[in-house]
């Protein structure tokens, strides 16, 4: 995940003192309120211990009341036999808590479908956990509405696919984008922090200014974007590819918004995901849209993005099916660490024996292709491997996602890489943040 409004209110901060802020001491999103220290994993930010786990994006249950075209756990209205048990997942968050987890994303299918969902929520809190929220929105009305703020869930994320007609159309049900909504708005009324998750394609992306606009107007916090997971065209025309114009237009209003909105001292937050070659892209947007300031704290900026380092699946983010296997990110289900049921999460998590998850977390990550050569590869860290590995056949081959053109990043196109064609598209996720 990309965190565009730091950047921003760091530079506006920098803008308006004429230095740039010292760095933030890294605070996993669990603990960016102060740690809570009569919990554990409170007590273990207070004592000043690191908190080594992933933010784990928990699949609880696959059944979802929506049949949504871009569903990558390919969810359907009914029970998935084998799913974990109240007990085996209370098991599992014990270990989690011990091994240092600080965030439990609680997702789908439609999490909200899961008999014990308010049960194992608050748990998450009792045990310290900062706890989001994944859903549709399509089943909260005030009765559900007022169970998930007695939760008091630190974050919940509604996706929104669009405006009405597009977003009823990517959900198959009609009347889906009132629903979440009113959703939205009933939790709004209830002081819950709550986000839109948009995932952009070329269907979609038409919508993408109002939905922004949305976010304004019903004061919702925060913004994800997704970018869609797509494989592109390879190396060829990468700078004509509409896909990457498209997805260039919608970083640069992205950034707009979040730098107006960081300059103004606005309550909200614009995140990304599934691209980090957005952080690359920040610094072209800031050299065109403000070079004065590029000029004066572009350096401060770039060490800063390094800071964060780009990718991060199978090191701070993690995944756990409804079946309990584990996977290094949501995007990677056809992946198989192995099962909580036979081995603790915090076993399979420190496995390397695997040998893509000796690659993801080795640093930094041996990497090929234009992402070899690249200047910018220690603020992105390679992107996105699953992209590389559904289209070249190796997980350590360049991103084929990458939107941004060689003579941007100073890097070297290889013949092999200029030769791939799009051999498959790779489906959208569901996205998560916290
Ligand atoms: S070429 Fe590779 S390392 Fe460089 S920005 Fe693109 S994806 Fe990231």
Known sequence: MFRVTQYMRELALAQSHGHYP??????????????????PVGRQAAMGQRLSGPVVIWNLIRRCNLTCKHCYAQSADHDYAGELSTPEVFGVMDDLRDFGVPVLILSGGEPLLRP???????????????????????????????????????????????????????????????????????????????GLRFTMTALN?????????????????????????????????????????????????????AWAAACDGLDEEFVTGNNDADGPYLLQWLARRHPELAQRFGADVRTRLVAWGGNSSGVQVANID??????????????????????PFSTIWQDTSDPLMAGLKARPRNVGGRCATCQDFDICGGNTRVRAQQL??????????CYLADEEIGCVSTPTSRSVAMKRRIIPLEVHDV
């Open 22 to 39: 010292a760095p933030r001491r890294h605070v996993p999103a669990g603990a960016e309120r102060g740690p809570d220290s009569s919990s």
């Open 116 to 194: 014990d969902i308010f049960e194992i929520a608050h748990r998450a809190k009792a045990m310290g956990f900062y706890t989001s929220l994944s859903t549709n929105g399509t089943m909260i009305d005030t009765t559900l509405a007022d169970r998930i703020a007695e939760v008091d869930f630190d974050y919940v994320g509604i996706s929104l696919d669009g405006l009405r007609e597009t977003h009823d159309k990517f959900r198959r049900l009609q009347g889906a984008f009132d629903r979440s909504l009113a959703a939205l708005r009933l939790l709004n009324a209830r002081g819950i922090k709550t």
């Open 205 to 257: 992306a038409h919508d993408f200014p109002a939905l922004l606009d949305l976010m304004r107007t019903e004061r919702v916090q925060k913004f994800y974007f997704s970018h869609l997971n797509y494989a592109g065209r390879g190396n060829t025309h990468r700078g004509k590819d509409a896909q990457h114009l498209a997805t260039r237009e919608a970083m640069d209003l992205l950034f707009d918004r």
């Open 322 to 343: 409804n079946l309990g296997h584990v996977h290094p990110d949501t995007m990677w289900w056809h992946h198989d660490l192995g099962c909580v049921r036979d081995r």
């Open 392 to 401: 070249y056949g190796d997980p350590w081959a360049e991103d084929p996602g």
